[in-house]
C-alpha cells in the first residue's frame, strides 16, 4: 500500500513567520502534488512537481514555493506566512503524470496562521 | 470556475438505505474520479470510470458517467454507519484533475 506521509497534521504559526511543510511517499512515485483544502472550495492544487528538481505551478501558487531535492520528498513552503494562508494543506503522490492515475494523499496538515 | 459540482452538497440517511450523489463537470475529460474523505484525514481513491465508459461496479459501489450531459452519478448501496465522509467527484482532463467541493454524507446507525 502506498503511504503518503505529512510531517505535522496540526501547526500553528505567526504571521510573517517562514513555514515548512514536508511530504514523504514510499512507492517511488513520479509525481506530488501540494492542495490546499477550504470549505465549499474543494481542493485547489497550489504546486506540483513530475521529477526531482522539476516544479509546475497549480492553481494558487503565489505566497508558496516548493522543494523536491529527492523523489520521495516533496516540501511545501510560505514565505511568509499570512492569515489567509490558514487552512488544510494535502500532499498527494501519484505513479505517473497522467491524469488516469489515481492520486494517494496523505492525512493533511491542519495549519493556523495567527 | 472549472470545479466539478455535486448535488446534494449533504445526505442523510439511515443505515440499511442506498446513497445516490451526483456530479458535473464542465470540461472533456479522460475520465471520471471518486475519492472518499473521513472528517479531518486525506482522501481516499474509489473507483475511477473511463470516458468511453458508462458503468462501473466496485463492491457497494456503482458509478455511470453521461458525457453527453457531463454527469456523474456515486450509488452506495445497503449504507452503512462508516459510511458517514464527504465524497468527491473529480473529473480527470489532460494532465489534470479537478476536483468538485464534495458531498457530505451523514449515515445514521
Known amino acids: 500500500d502506498v503511504k503518503v506521509t505529512q510531517s505535522s497534521r496540526y501547526l500553528v504559526k505567526r504571521t510573517g513567520e517562514k513555514v515548512f511543510l514536508e511530504c514523504v511517499q514510499d512507492m517511488d512515485h513520479e509525481n506530488m502534488f501540494w492542495y490546499r483544502q477550504d470549505p465549499g472550495l474543494g481542493l485547489r492544487l497550489i504546486y506540483f512537481s513530475y521529477d526531482v528538481k522539476m516544479k509546475e505551478k497549480g492553481d494558487i501558487p503565489e505566497g508558496y514555493s516548493v522543494s523536491r531535492e529527492k523523489k520521495e520528498r516533496f516540501s511545501l513552503i510560505l514565505e511568509s506566512a499570512s492569515t489567509n494562508q490558514t487552512s488544510m494543506y494535502l500532499c498527494?503522490?501519484?505513479?505517473?503524470?497522467?491524469?488516469?492515475?489515481?492520486?494517494?494523499f496523505g492525512d493533511g496538515t491542519r495549519l493556523s496562521i495567527l | 470556475s472549472q470545479q466539478g459540482e455535486e448535488d446534494p452538497q449533504a445526505l442523510s440517511i439511515q443505515e440499511g438505505e442506498n446513497a445516490t450523489m451526483n456530479c458535473s463537470y464542465k470540461t472533456s475529460i479522460n475520465n471520471l474520479q471518486w475519492y472518499r474523505q473521513n472528517s479531518g484525514r486525506g482522501l481516499v481513491h474509489l473507483i475511477l470510470?473511463?470516458?468511453?465508459?458508462r458503468e462501473k461496479h466496485s463492491g457497494r459501489l456503482r458509478v455511470t458517467l453521461d458525457t453527453s450531459k457531463k454527469s456523474s452519478s456515486l450509488l452506495i448501496t445497503a449504507s452503512r454507519a462508516a459510511d458517514t465522509a464527504s465524497y468527491f467527484c473529480v473529473s480527470g482532463g489532460y494532465n489534470k484533475l479537478i476536483f468538485g467541493a464534495g458531498t457530505r454524507l451523514a449515515v445514521h446507525p
Open positions: 470510470i473511463r470516458s468511453n465508459e
Open positions: 498527494a503522490s501519484s505513479l505517473s503524470f497522467n491524469s488516469n492515475q489515481p492520486q494517494h
